[in-house]
């Protein structure tokens, strides 16, 4: 698997695994790499110019939080139920808004499809998620998210996330996500974690 940054003022990068750091190597247009033969997930995270190991940020797992390391996902080993999946029109849809720390006891993915049931006879036809980018703690509203490809961990991860898409669409309702581009958390945000990466008027235009 290849791992990247794109860290264009950086001097020298490594990639920190469990017991060991690995070399990144400088490529064009500001990106570091580095190949790791490696069938099974890794976790790892990024040392710039010496600094402490830094997350990802274009993780798509972040099992330990935000401050954690991120851990790689191969996306071709899930199993989709839902090929030739047709979502219902958008212009008859009935949307509900659901939270998924709170629409169950347990605050989970897979919670959540355990009472799809209800939905349905609710009448509704999409199930729109709120954010679900990782953020610091276990719960909250989801509008602090640092980690904007990574589904929050406490939830079930990037897995528990197809696992709830999969059964939705097999029940027959669609899913809407809310995202939340425009800003980020205050604990383990984007213009923290890159500091030694960026440029400071990159930092400042990212806000």
Known sequence: MNISVWA??????????????????????GWWSVFLESDSPVEYAFVIDGSEPLPDPRSASQPFGVHGPSRT?????FHWTDAGWQAPPLSSAIVYELHVGSFTDKGTFDAVIERIPELREL???????????????????????????????????????????????????????????????????LSKSLRPVLHKRDAHAMG
Not at 12 to 26: F, K, N, S, T, W
Not at 73 to 77: G, K, L, P, T
Not at 140 to 160: E, F, I, N, Q
Request: proline content about 10%.
């Open 73 to 77: 996902i191969d996306h071709n080993a």
């Open 123 to 189: 009448g509704v036809t999409h199930v729109e998620l709120m954010p679900l980018a990782e953020f610091p703690g276990d719960r909250g509203w989801g509008y602090d998210g640092v980690d904007l490809y990574a589904p929050h961990h406490p939830y079930g991860g990037p897995d528990g996330l197809k696992r709830l898409v999969n059964a939705l669409h097999r029940a027959g309702l669609a899913t809407i996500l809310d995202v939340v581009y425009n800003h980020l958390g205050p604990s383990g945000k």
């Open 8 to 29: 264009p003022y950086a001097q020298c990068i490594e990639l920190d695994l469990p017991g060991r750091r690995v070399a990144m190597q400088q490529q064009p247009h």
